[in-house]
């Protein structure tokens, strides 16, 4: 079974361009997270899809962050503008179903961004 | 949400058992104990969940304490590709809140 493809694994910019990080899940996954990993942190779930629509948004920066998953499948998580303290690692991740006893999490190799 | 307390990081010797603590003295009766890992430049992957009792599969052992206000996860036996960060996390179950709040974690070393 093929794992959650992110790309690009790198991606180093200036501040103030934009970026955008492709995510494919694993093929039957409802569900689709993208994480921000910021250096000797845990992850912090930045949005929640369940299918194409948006289940939790609440740690979104809506001013420079979007993100969506048209059809269901393949998602983008965009920054615009970018800011220094944006440099971190963007995990996705997906989940069969949301709301089952172990929720199990897959998670993609991720994004390392560095803004400069 | 919830939270959990864990040790900041923890030694083994390679080949011995590994008991990694987790307090989550304000669990509520609903949600599940999460364990993930993440090994180094990795995403983080999914190791064993249970919710009152202790549980086993391939990876590790989770034992729960009574009251749930803590938990142990057990590798059997420590290789070096167990060294990892190991993440201790609280899951609700109902709509909406289901989702993984990650903390700092245990960082393992594993000494050959």
């Known amino acids: 079974e093929a794992g959650v493809a992110q790309s690009p694994r790198y991606k180093i910019i200036e501040k103030r361009q934009s970026v955008a990080f492709w995510c494919n899940p694993i093929?039957?996954?409802?569900?689709l997270y993208w994480y921000q990993q910021i250096l000797g942190q845990g992850p912090k779930l930045l949005i929640q899809?369940?299918?194409?629509?948006?289940?939790?948004d609440s740690q979104l920066p809506k001013d420079r962050f979007s993100a969506e998953r048209l059809k269901g499948v393949d998602s983008t998580l965009k920054i615009q503008p970018a800011k220094l303290e944006d440099s971190a690692v963007y995990l996705c991740?997906?989940?069969?179903?949301?709301?089952?006893?172990?929720?199990?999490?897959?998670f993609g190799p991720g994004t390392r961004l560095t803004v400069t | 949400d919830a939270k959990t307390t864990q040790p900041n990081s923890m030694e083994s010797n390679e080949e011995e058992p590994v008991h990694l603590p987790c307090n989550h003295s304000?669990?509520?009766?609903?949600?599940?104990i999460h364990w993930y890992r993440q090994l180094p430049s990795q995403g983080p992957e999914y190791v064993i969940h249970?919710?009152?009792s202790n549980v086993n599969n391939r990876m590790a052992s989770l034992a729960i304490a009574e009251d749930r206000k803590s938990s142990t996860l057990i590798l059997h036996r420590a290789t070096l590709r167990d060294a990892a960060v190991y993440y201790c996390?609280?899951?609700?179950?109902?709509?909406?809140?289901?989702?993984?709040?990650f903390g700092t974690g245990t960082r393992l070393t594993i000494i050959p």
């Open positions: 991740a997906s989940s069969l179903m949301m709301s089952s006893a172990a929720g199990e999490q897959y």
């Open positions: 093929s039957g996954h409802a569900t």
């Open positions: 899809f369940q299918n194409n629509g948006v289940v939790d």
């Open positions: 304000t669990i509520s009766g609903t949600d599940y």
């Open positions: 249970g919710l009152t």
């Open positions: 996390i609280l899951r609700g179950r109902s709509f909406g809140n289901e989702k993984l709040t």
